[in-house]
């Protein structure tokens, strides 16, 4: 599998390149990935060519924008499996669309008294929507906890979802512990209780194949950095039946149907939601992203990158004084890892790393009530995307072990 990466990587300008007179080992990829040169291209394409907004013109540029975009909708649809277009919204990133639903379905359908259910492991994203929302509308907001090794406990989401949960938002993939949450159990306790369920997939649509019917999610929001598109460009997936008697989240151009003097009336889906010009070139250059994974198979994405973590985990697990977070077993581990070296704040361990050239990220995540539960206050997280290699796994045991040497923590 490492001689396709390799080939992968001539695609990949950002990461030939040296940091600090060493090999760039770029391991930060769950903030966001680095852009194949497809990519690039389709993007500079649009701006070299295409350059148009859409919908409104009938000259060939904007014809020819309008046609990229709209394809991009149905590349979005076919790729999650949605039933129709419609049901794929533009939208900034995955937290807009997560705001967008609390903002909509939330205001509309949250009372006084009723439950909002999320877990201890959300990122900020999925939870301070919620938290307003609840606040706003006298709701109640309950966590589902996590089991002791990190995964969702799901006794306990079976106690928390009741017959007064109007909303269950869960990651699909937490961007801390590295775990893979049972969206679809989740959706189907939801269901039987009479709740939606909302589905944050950021850490989940880049490295596995994701079938929202299947899973059965009402919405599903996810961003496109962090599968290779431009940043700035996202996608909220919602039921149609549930988009149709949502109202409009903003308002201005192109969400309308006709404006009068004292009323307006809105457009069908998914325009409704998509006010004014939108990033149209983002979208572009996520339909170039879509055919650039399609042509390595999500299959291929997710082995290449359990293959990384069944052989860098248990090394850094065995290092001492080194604490991983999350599951133990690489089997229950995405491409995720946060971890700490004893003594030391993280912050401090990701600039050593850095001077080794590996990139890693350091901090609370956007996850501080998981931290809490976690008992510290910030990890080290390194975060592997299907282009990176055993080489850059050796870098950062290499650099961990040098870093524990330089500051003088245990033993190596």
């Known amino acids: 599998m490492?001689?396709?990466?390799?080939?992968?990587?001539?695609?990949?300008?950002?990461?030939?390149?040296?940091?600090?007179?060493?090999?760039?080992a770029y391991l930060d990829n769950a903030a966001t990935v680095q852009r194949p040169r497809q990519v690039i291209k389709a993007l500079t394409?649009?701006?070299?060519?295409?350059?148009?907004?859409?919908?409104?013109?009938?000259?060939?540029?904007?014809?020819?924008?309008?046609?990229?975009?709209?394809?991009?909708?149905?590349?979005?649809?076919?790729?999650?499996?949605?039933?129709?277009?419609?049901?794929?919204?533009?939208?900034?990133?995955?937290t807009d669309g997560l705001n967008l639903v609390a903002s909509t379905y939330g205001e509309q359908n949250i009372q006084s008294g009723d439950e909002i259910v999320i877990s201890i492991m959300e990122h900020h994203s999925n939870l301070?929507?919620?938290q307003q929302l609840a606040k706003r509308k006298n709701a109640i907001l309950k966590y589902i906890e996590l089991t002791p090794d990190g995964e969702l406990d799901l006794t306990d989401a079976k106690n928390k979802i009741t017959d007064k949960t109007k909303i269950v938002a869960v990651t699909h993939a937490s961007n801390v512990l590295g775990t893979v949450t049972p969206l679809k159990e989740?959706?189907?306790?939801?269901?039987?209780?009479?709740?939606?369920?909302?589905?944050?997939?950021?850490?989940?649509?880049?490295?596995?194949?994701?079938?929202?019917?299947?899973?059965?999610?009402?919405?599903?929001?996810f961003s496109g950095h962090k599968m290779m598109s431009p940043m700035g460009i996202g996608v909220l997936y919602g039921k149609a039946s549930l988009l149709r008697e949502m109202p409009p989240y903003q308002f201005g151009g192109e969400?309308?149907?006709?404006?009068h003097r004292d009323q307006s009336t809105w457009a069908d889906i998914p325009f409704k939601f998509e006010a004014g010009t939108q990033n149209i070139a983002g979208?572009?250059?996520?339909?170039?992203?879509?055919?650039?994974l399609n042509n390595i198979g999500m299959d291929n994405v997710q082995k290449k990158e359990q293959e990384l973590v069944d052989y860098v985990l248990p090394q850094l697990i065995a290092i001492p004084d080194v604490q991983v977070y999350g599951p133990q077993s690489p089997a229950k581990h995405t491409g995720v890892i946060a971890f700490n070296i004893n003594g030391l704040h993280p912050h401090d361990v990701a600039t050593a790393l850095d001077m080794d050239g590996v990139a890693v990220r350091a901090g609370h995540h956007c996850a501080q009530p998981l931290m809490e539960d976690l008992g510290v206050?910030?990890?080290?997280?390194?975060?592997?995307?299907?282009?990176?290699?055993?080489?850059?796994?050796?870098?950062?045991?290499?650099a961990i072990k040098e870093t524990k040497e330089f500051f003088n923590i245990g033993t190596i």
């Open 45 to 94: 394409d649009f701006y070299e060519q295409d350059n148009a907004n859409v919908h409104r013109g009938v000259h060939t540029l904007a014809e020819r924008a309008t046609k990229d975009y709209e394809e991009a909708r149905k590349k979005v649809q076919q790729f999650i499996n949605a039933q129709s277009s419609d049901e794929i919204i533009f939208t900034k990133g995955c």
């Open 377 to 398: 206050t910030a990890t080290a997280r390194a975060s592997f995307y299907f282009y990176n290699t055993k080489n850059d796994a050796d870098q950062l045991i290499k």
């Open 255 to 259: 969400m309308i149907n006709d404006v």
């Open 2 to 24: 490492d001689n396709n990466t390799n080939n992968y990587l001539a695609d990949f300008p950002a990461l030939d390149q040296q940091v600090n007179d060493e090999r760039l």
């Open 128 to 130: 301070i929507p919620w």
């Open 186 to 221: 989740l959706a189907a306790i939801a269901h039987q209780h009479g709740a939606i369920i909302v589905g944050d997939g950021a850490q989940a649509v880049p490295h596995m194949a994701i079938d929202v019917t299947d899973l059965d999610v009402d919405f599903y929001a």
């Open 283 to 292: 979208a572009v250059g996520l339909g170039a992203a879509i055919d650039y």
